[in-house]
Structures are given as structure tokens and as C-alpha cells.
Nanobody
Framework: QVQLVESGGGLVQAGGSLRLSCVAS????????MGWFRQAPGKERDFVAA????????YYADSVKGRFTISRDNAKNTLSLQMNSLRPLDTAVYYC????????????????????WGQGTQVTVSS
């Protein structure tokens, strides 16, 4: 099973940017589709973005389209999430996740489509 560690979270003002990273170990990242999810206090864990194994396809939640960009570097076993034009509603713990069996938007936009999860990194956007 792949182990995932996120980093890059922090406190930023509305309109600012952050770049999250997720480093994989134990298995090569190229064997997995990858996703980012987020969870605000008292709420469910929601889909943010996903990317297929080769990086040829990406999927986004409507709330982040045009502001967030997911990318991967399989040679470095790293997944990234560039977040621009941040809003207070983006405040949450952000998790990266690895999927061995998902294959399209419908399977990669739900938590059940993923096999491994990181511990999360806090993103706080102040108004």
C-alpha cells in the first residue's frame, strides 16, 4: 500500500495562493490515479480534483474550476495542487488520496474510489 504525506498548507488572505504537495512512498505513484479532497469542520469530506495515472485527464469540482490546478510528477512520486484566488470557503483540511481501481470522474470524485489517504494539511483563508 502506498503511503502519502501532504504539505504546503497554511494561513493566507483571500485572493492569495498556496501550493499543496503530496509525496508518495512505498509504491510508485504511476500505478495510481490520484485525488485531492477537503473537509471543513463539521462537514463531509468533499472532492476537489483528480488526475489519472498518466496525467492525461483531470477532473475538478465546480467550486474550484478555473482557480485550482492538479498536477503530478511520477518521476518524483509527487502530486500537487496549485490553488489561486483563494476564498474563505476554501478553508479546510486538504487530503491527497490514491486510487488503484477508479477510472473516470464518477469513480474518482467519491471517497469510496480511493484506497489510501494522507493525514491532511490545514488550509485557512482569512477574509
Amino acid at each position: 500500500q502506498v503511503q502519502l504525506v501532504e504539505s504546503g498548507g497554511g494561513l493566507v488572505q483571500a485572493g492569495g495562493s498556496l501550493r499543496l504537495s503530496c509525496v508518495a512512498s512505498g509504491r510508485t505513484l504511476s500505478g495510481y490515479h490520484m485525488g485531492w479532497f477537503r473537509q471543513a469542520p463539521g462537514k463531509e469530506r468533499d472532492f476537489v480534483a483528480a488526475i489519472t495515472r498518466s496525467g492525461s485527464s483531470t477532473y475538478y469540482a465546480d467550486s474550484v474550476k478555473g482557480r485550482f490546478t492538479i498536477s503530478r510528477d511520477n518521476a518524483k512520486n509527487t502530486l500537487s495542487l496549485q490553488m489561486n484566488s483563494l476564498r474563505p470557503l476554501d478553508t479546510a483540511v486538504y487530503y491527497c488520496a490514491a486510487s488503484h481501481s477508479g477510472y473516470n470522474y464518477y469513480t474518482l470524485s467519491v471517497t469510496a474510489g480511493y484506497d489510501s489517504w494522507g493525514q491532511g494539511t490545514q488550509v485557512t483563508v482569512s477574509s
